[in-house]
């Protein structure tokens, strides 16, 4: 994925969405944003329109953007917004959304997507699919810094999976809670133990986990696989 990356700030770039215009810097300012795009390829993109239609109306986005809406809750629990990102205009997002909702019961598309009609927007993000050229499945987790924490990339025939962007958030979240100084283990839960970050030293970790830590006893002796229960 060559572009901005992980440890990159966002540009600030002035976008129009669904809800208002805004700089991106100003979106993200003071809390945690899952921006999220969808892709149609330009073949897809060429079928649809000699069909009469947009880009907006592909069967997995529609899916996923519903999901988003139904898990917006969730997100809100945790302070996080979220920014969808489509290559369409306004209008075409507009017309969309009652599609989203009437597919995923329950979802209500309360976030802002952003129009993206002539494909300006995606490159500067990086959320470019560079086996179809042209937009892709791509999710960052952006920081109140406005820095990527996170981003995934899927090809246009897979649909992400919530529970995983969430999990992941979780994470993200717990790992900035305790400064760094912790890790989240294979498919790690919330309340579930965290590990301990291989740059703490013992001592530093009787510190900072004063309820203990428990060291993996492990053929190497080498003593480096440390959890602690942090909930
Ligand atoms: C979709 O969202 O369904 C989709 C978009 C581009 C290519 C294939 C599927």
């Not at 003071?30 to 000699?50: Q, R």
């Not at 309360?110 to 993000?125: F, S, V």
């Not at 970050?197 to 001592?203: H, N, R």
């Amino acid at each position: 994925m060559p572009g901005i990356t992980l440890g990159d700030t966002v540009p600030n770039l002035e976008v129009e969405t669904t809800h208002k215009n805004f700089k991106l810097h100003d979106y993200f300012a003071d809390s945690w944003t899952v921006l999220f795009s969808h892709p149609a390829s330009p073949i897809y993109l060429l079928s649809l329109l000699t069909n009469g239609l947009k880009g907006d109306f592909t069967p997995v986005c529609t899916t996923e953007l519903g999901a988003m809406g139904k898990y917006a809750h969730e997100f809100e629990q945790r302070g996080v917004k979220l920014l969808g990102l489509s290559c369409d205009d306004i209008q075409s997002h507009k017309d969309w959304i009652p599609d989203i909702e009437a597919f995923t019961p329950g979802s209500k598309v309360t976030y802002p997507i952003i129009a993206d009609p002539n494909k300006e927007i995606i490159p500067q993000l990086n959320m470019i699919d560079p086996i179809e050229n042209g937009p892709s499945r791509a999710l960052h987790i952006v920081g109140p810094d406005c820095k990527i924490k996170l981003s995934f990339l899927y090809p246009s025939t897979t649909g992400r999976n919530m529970d995983e962007v969430l999990r992941a958030l979780d994470s993200l979240l717990m790992a900035a809670k305790h400064k760094n100084k912790i890790a989240t283990p294979v498919n790690w839960k919330p309340d579930e133990p965290v590990v301990i970050s291989p740059a703490v030293s013992d001592e530093e970790a009787k510190k900072l986990f004063p309820q203990g830590f428990k060291t993996a006893e492990l053929p190497s002796k080498k003593g480096y696989l440390r959890v602690a229960d942090v909930s």
